[in-house]
Nanobody
Framework: VQLQASGGGLVQAGGSLRLSCAAS????????PGWFRQAPGKEREFVAA????????YYSDSVKGRFTISRDNAKNTVYLQMNSLKPEDTAVYYC???????????????????WGQGTQVTVSS
């Protein structure tokens, strides 16, 4: 499975961006995708995830209420709508996916088998 992330850029604090992650497989509906981010000098951290059917979503406390993850299985794509962006949201954002995730591991980068290349998000103050 190849994942292609896009949509990053430079935005002022309070602004919005929408990230997209397109998967190369037509069976993407059987995968659980997530978004992670990594700032310079920091570990990769969980941002959001969504289950196969799209009914269940998960967010880190730092983005809850500001970010929304969604998916369009017909387009094999997962999205991350980011609103009210803050300078501390600056990072490289990665999409990831796995078929066998369980809820208890959904925050763990090691639980995801497939990763995209990352897209830079920079929020200026």
């Amino acid at each position: 499975v190849q994942l292609q992330a896009s949509g990053g850029g430079l935005v002022q604090a309070g602004g919005s961006l929408r990230l997209s992650c397109a998967a190369s497989v037509r069976t993407f509906s059987t995968y659980n995708p997530g978004w992670f981010r990594q700032a310079p000098g920091k570990e990769r951290e969980f941002v959001a995830a969504i289950k196969r059917n799209g009914w269940y979503t998960y967010y880190s406390d730092s983005v809850k209420g500001r970010f929304t993850i969604s998916r369009d299985n017909a387009k094999n794509t997962v999205y991350l709508q980011m609103n009210s962006l803050k300078p501390e949201d600056t990072a490289v954002y990665y999409c990831a996916a796995d078929r066998g995730l369980i809820t208890s591991t959904i925050h763990n980068p090691g639980a995801y088998a497939y990763w995209g290349q990352g897209t830079q998000v920079t929020v200026s103050s």
